[in-house]
């Protein structure tokens, strides 16, 4: 019995952290994507003459959401086009490490997602 015991904990530990991993992939998943775009912003020669209307279009077209696999990732970050432009990034961090369980940051979002600032009263509430 007693090998029986000490051989279990340690089966249920492994199966709870596959299970948790396996929960996290698809958000971890979505997070590189969504980061992805950002980073194509930030560091493609092909973007480099958008303007910051045409990178917040790009970011929030419903379109390239369809690349979010996760319902609840999709429509979250959906949610994060009506709101203030300066809570955007801590809100989406507050969201990826709430269900990551981990520290997350996407640095060409943040700083793109700065310059979003000045389209604030333009575009938050305007039609895609």
Not at 24 to 37: K, Q, S, V
Not at 74 to 92: F, G, I, K, V
Request: hydrophobic content about 40%.
């Amino acid at each position: 019995m007693k090998t029986t015991s000490y051989w279990l904990l340690p089966t249920a530990l492994i199966l709870m952290a596959t299970f948790r991993i396996a929960a996290a992939n698809p958000i971890g998943e979505d997070l590189t994507t969504i980061c992805g775009w950002y980073h194509s912003l930030a560091t493609e020669d092909k973007y480099k003459h958008f303007t910051t209307e045409d990178k917040f279009k790009f970011v929030f077209d419903q379109k390239n959401q369809l690349d979010i696999k996760y319902i609840s990732m999709r429509m979250y970050y959906a949610a994060l086009r009506n709101t203030h432009a300066s809570q955007r990034y801590e809100l989406m961090k507050a969201y990826a490490e709430g269900t990551l369980g981990k520290d997350w940051e996407c640095r060409p979002m943040q700083a793109i997602m700065r310059e979003f600032l000045t389209l604030d009263r333009l575009i938050q509430y305007s039609q895609q």
